[in-house]
Antibody
Framework: QVQLQESGPGLVKPSQTLSLTCTVSGGSISSGGYYWSWIRQHPGKGLEWIGYIYYSGSTYYNPSLKSRVTISVDTSKNQFSLKLSSVTAADTAVYYC???????????????WGQGTLVTVSS | DIQLTQSPSFLSASVGDRVTITCRAS??????LAWYQQKPGKAPKLLIY???TLQSGVPSRFSGSGSGTEFTLTISSLQPEDFATYYC?????FGQGTKLEIK
């Protein structure tokens, strides 16, 4: 069964770049039909989709974050990564990676999810 | 962008109760909706996809229905482990969540 695990610094300084990696185990990131996703949750708040990537490298980003987000994939390591530039305190959140399953391009859901990692932006 | 609005935002209920959570979409989305359960400190867990298909391993007391712009998640008989926050989702949009608390 596929499992996802986030890793990266838990503390980032303002104006710097947040970098996280998600390692996929139990399955290949190169399997078709899946989009590898990042989602975040501000403390005590709801869920915000950040973006996702296909194993080929095609990316789709939330328009509200697009100017600061880069998602990349390393199929040799079965990993995908998130970079969020010019962070502020407003980027403090729990960051989740998840597999997006899509059928016919419209029926879609996220499963499974990583356990999440808290990233705090503070000097 | 599609907006998803859940109601209620907070729900107080007792063990054994039947509860229903509604998710309304700002435009028609056919049956392309998923539901998640999130407990404190944990990642969301998929319950239902395609509006009414129960994810493997999810208890049958959970059910989903609806199409177009209005969807419901029903728990037929609340169990202690069901007290959590529930979210609906379509594409990159999530509802704001419904927190289900013990009365």
């Amino acid at each position: 069964q596929v499992q996802l695990q986030e890793s990266g610094p838990g503390l980032v300084k303002p104006s710097q770049t947040l970098s996280l990696t998600c390692t996929v185990s139990g399955g290949s990131i190169s399997s078709g039909g899946y989009y590898w996703s990042w989602i975040r949750q501000h403390p005590g708040k709801g869920l915000e989709w950040i973006g996702y990537i296909y194993y080929s490298g095609s990316t789709y980003y939330n328009p509200s974050l697009k100017s600061r987000v880069t998602i990349s994939v390393d199929t040799s390591k079965n990993q995908f990564s998130l970079k969020l530039s010019s962070v502020t305190a407003a980027d403090t959140a729990v960051y989740y990676c998840a597999r997006r399953i899509t059928i016919f391009g419209v029926v879609n859901w996220f499963d499974p999810w990583g356990q999440g990692t808290l990233v705090t932006v503070s000097s | 962008d599609i907006q998803l609005t859940q109601s209620p935002s907070f729900l107080s209920a007792s063990v054994g109760d039947r509860v229903t959570i509604t998710c309304r979409a700002s435009q028609g989305i056919s049956s392309y909706l998923a539901w998640y359960q999130q407990k404190p400190g944990k990642a969301p867990k998929l319950l239902i996809y395609a509006a009414s298909t129960l994810q493997s391993g999810v208890p049958s007391r959970f059910s989903g229905s609806g199409s177009g712009t209005e969807f419901t998640l029903t728990i037929s008989s609340l169990q202690p482990e069901d007290f959590a926050t529930y979210y609906c989702q379509q594409l990159g949009s999530f509802g704001q969540g419904t927190k289900l608390e013990i009365k």
